[in-house]
């Protein structure tokens, strides 16, 4: 097992997991730039020696805000069903609770667990991380999620990467399967200009 601590954070790659089972294919999608701001557009009071050294630097949008766990949900699409236990959001849905936000095209939401299982185009965003992914399950009050076909950004730890699943076990693990991390800018990613979505 490959376990690397970044300022805090574990992070786990399991090698059973990291050959592709059954003669599969690992996906060759280049990491992707979530956050990733060149150094012109950097402010100039975060532009330290390793931002200039890699002319540029992760951004976390939501950098200052803080997790309330016990904020309430808040939910909008563009379609939905509710039977008062489990919502059904489709179309750009969107979940916020105190600092933690889920965006995919539809989702299911299980009110008293505050579990959601989001499919296509997934965004997992709250201060210090962003994810994006095709699929997850998510709980709202802890923060741990299991994301398939994951990009990631690390903010903090200046981290980007890929997996075919990601799960986050609490605030501080992560574990890697089938996937790729690294501290290089993305513009070293691919050999030439960063890959964003």
């Not at 699409?77 to 236990?85: E, K, L, M, P, R």
């Amino acid at each position: 097992m490959v376990c690397a601590l970044l300022a805090g954070l574990s992070i786990r790659a399991l090698p059973a997991l990291a050959q592709p089972q059954n003669n599969a294919q690992l996906s060759h999608e280049p990491i992707v730039a979530l956050d990733w701001q060149p150094l012109n557009l950097v402010p100039p009071d975060q532009r330290d020696d390793n931002c200039k050294l890699c002319q540029g630097r992760y951004i976390d949008p939501l950098a200052g805000e803080v997790i309330n766990p016990d904020a309430p949900v808040n939910a909008s699409a563009s379609g939905g069903t509710s039977d008062g236990a489990v919502l059904e959001l489709s179309g750009a849905a969107v979940l916020e609770k105190g600092g933690r936000r889920l965006t995919a095209n539809d989702m299911t939401y299980d009110r008293e667990g505050q579990r959601v299982e989001a499919r296509g185009d997934i965004v997992m965003r709250e201060p210090g991380f962003v994810i994006k992914g095709e699929r997850a399950s998510y709980n709202m009050a802890n923060g741990t999620a299991s994301i398939e076909q994951a990009h990631f950004t690390l903010h903090e730890e200046g981290v980007t990467g890929s997996a075919a699943r990601l799960d986050r076990d609490d605030t501080t693990s992560l574990r890697i399967q089938q996937g790729a991390l690294t501290y290089c800018p993305p513009t070293t990613l691919s050999g030439t200009s960063p890959v964003t979505r």
